[in-house]
DNA sequence: TGGTGACTTGACATGGTGTCAAGTTGACAG
DNA sequence: CTGTCAACTTGACACCATGTCAAGTCACCA
């Protein structure tokens, strides 16, 4: 087993990921964190001093090991505008579910908690550079709308890569991933392009 | 006072609403409501079992109040299906800041309250309807785009209008609410027409 | 041998929802 | 005038999850 010499932080974070994977997410409780971890409660909170904390932790812990980063370097090095859009969308559109999960406990989260509000917020705006990128190169090539400005641009296309817009389309909806993905591509493409 | 003779069931809602449209809606507990009703927190709970209930109630008082239904007549009478498309975005765009408080407090409890979720489903299915029913106008026109099916572009329209992208475009990223009615029409109208 | 760090056990405070039981009060019927 | 009933009050309590605190176990290491 992989996981046997794993430090009991890693443990908990792989616990808390596959937990936070099932469903009903947001009803994951500490508790249950810890006993599939095969520990005490208490000593999930030496590790991490809050459920927000944990959760957090758990979203970098996945970024890390399913390396977003290399996902979205990819995107970055399309030559045209719109290539780069559609492989922004691709790669980011891609990336959701891997971290619905953490993403949906913590939104049910950020109305009573503020930490994990300014958490979800920062994770968020790295999203939106990505958007705002893409806009940039759109622009560049000087085939970005003329009905909106730059940031209107990158608002709107954050909003449609947004967690809760693909829940909707994915979950309450039904449609594939694949199908997502094209649609998405298709709508922003239409929204923003020439 | 138009308030001081309303039924306490009544007072309880208008009390509801006001507090829910002031910032920071999930926090707002049963006993606040109570509180600016001017009665007991038990004297609620003989009036509404529980908090769902009484959210759910609330919607459906401000839609009696704000006559959602006579909005959306209006949109109905449309002569072109674009005209109906717009009209609708509209009508429903403009209502979304009547019940975002209560919208958003409910939101936020369907993820551990079934009853929240199913109550919030429903009220969300009825928009469909009205989705369903301006993408069919589209349809009747010849105007409705190849790339999707009837059910798909009903979804994405749904997707658009829904109170978290509202939210987002608003909240978030600091659109007025005209500026948002604008770019809605214009993306749904970008992505469906045609 | 003794100390240290990681963990356990169990008790407890907090905060919100929802329940229960025993009043109080005012209006209305006989 | 009196009895009753509905609406409301007061106050206590169970529940549940988070987070805190204190004391104890245990393996490893100097």
Redesign the pocket.
């Known amino acids: 087993m992989s996981s046997e010499n794993l430090?009991?932080?890693e443990?908990i974070l792989e616990s808390a990921w596959k937990l936070l994977t099932g469903s009903q997410a947001s009803?994951?409780?500490?508790?249950?964190i810890?006993k599939q971890?095969?520990?005490?409660?208490?000593?999930?909170?030496?590790?991490?001093?809050?459920?927000?904390?944990?959760l957090i932790a758990t979203t970098r812990y996945i970024d890390e090991v399913k390396d977003i980063d290399e996902r979205l370097v990819k995107s970055r090095s399309a030559s045209t505008g719109l290539e780069r859009l559609e492989a922004f969308v691709e790669a980011w559109g891609n990336y959701i579910p891997e971290i619905y999960g953490v993403a949906s406990a913590l939104i049910a989260m950020q109305a009573k908690?503020d930490?994990a509000g300014a958490a979800w917020s920062d994770r968020m705006g790295a999203v939106r550079h990505g958007c705002e990128a893409a806009v940039a190169a759109l622009e560049r090539d000087g085939r970005l709308t003329q009905s909106l400005s730059t940031s209107e641009a990158t608002d709107l296309l954050w909003g449609q890569l947004s967690v809760e817009n693909w829940e909707h389309l994915r979950h309450r909806c039904g449609w594939t991933q694949a199908r997502y993905i094209d649609v998405v591509q298709q709508t922003v493409g239409a929204a923003l392009v020439d």
């Open positions: 430090e009991t932080r443990r009803a994951v409780r500490m508790s249950d810890a971890t095969g520990i005490s409660r208490q000593a999930v909170y030496l590790h991490f001093p809050t459920r927000a904390e944990l908690d930490e």
